[in-house]
């Protein structure tokens, strides 16, 4: 599967946040959007707001590529229940992102390299799949001979005091837990950006 390799810091400028979790902070020295001196912008028209509202989301969900964005949406419009609140479950229940809130990978970026590189377990099995979702009760384990690994043990340091409460986390064992699916307004509170969730459906939904 495609991993993203583009420019991080020029994104994380464009919208003003260390969106990506990054140790350098690419605000300290360059705070300004990228371009002539963040030249200002025209005012954007409705689907242009819509369309930047999407780009953040993926951009939270580590530049989640638009197939995948437009699948999970697809799913989550097709099952009864509120599709903005199932939409936001289904990419927050994504395997590199719950690799990611438990701390595994200091960046969501270096959760999807360990998945695809088949550190992660899932109930004892190892899962390659980043867009694997977790269900309640899985129980995700580092493999044995990745504890040792500087990154990830520097990574659970960090991260251990900021585990959402819908996930455990056993760090002497690198074990976690997805003890519950997560509620909208709980997802919401972690996300690097303010965004318009329902803009997005109604985008997609438009789209598709």
Do not use: W
């Not at 995948?68 to 903005?84: D, E, H, I, R």
């Not at 999807?112 to 590189?117: A, D, E, I, T």
């Not at 997560?182 to 985008?203: D, K, R, Y």
């Amino acid at each position: 599967m495609a991993r993203y390799r583009g420019p991080k810091n020029r994104i994380a400028r464009r919208y003003g946040s260390n969106i990506f979790g990054r140790a350098r902070n690419p605000l300290l020295h360059k705070p300004n959007p990228p371009g002539i001196h963040g030249a200002r912008r025209r005012k954007k028209s409705d689907y242009g707001l819509q369309l930047l509202e999407k780009q953040k989301l993926k951009a939270c969900f580590g530049m989640l590529a638009e197939k995948q964005l437009v699948s999970a949406f697809k799913k989550s419009a097709k099952q009864k229940g509120n599709t903005a609140q199932l939409f936001m479950e289904k990419l927050e229940c994504r395997l590199d992102t719950v690799v990611y809130r438990l701390g595994f990978g200091r960046t969501i970026f270096a959760a999807q390299q360990l998945v695809s590189h088949g550190h992660i377990l899932v109930d004892g099995k190892r899962v390659d799949r980043r867009s694997f979702q977790v269900q309640p009760g899985m129980r995700l384990s580092v493999q044995e001979k990745s504890r040792k690994n500087k990154a990830i043990i520097e990574s659970m340091e960090l991260h251990a005091s900021k585990v959402p409460d819908y996930l455990e986390l056993d760090k002497d064992a690198f074990t976690g837990t997805l003890t519950m699916i997560p509620e909208m307004h709980q997802i919401e509170a972690i996300l690097p950006l303010p965004i318009n969730i329902p803009v997005v459906c109604e985008f997609l939904a438009h789209k598709t």
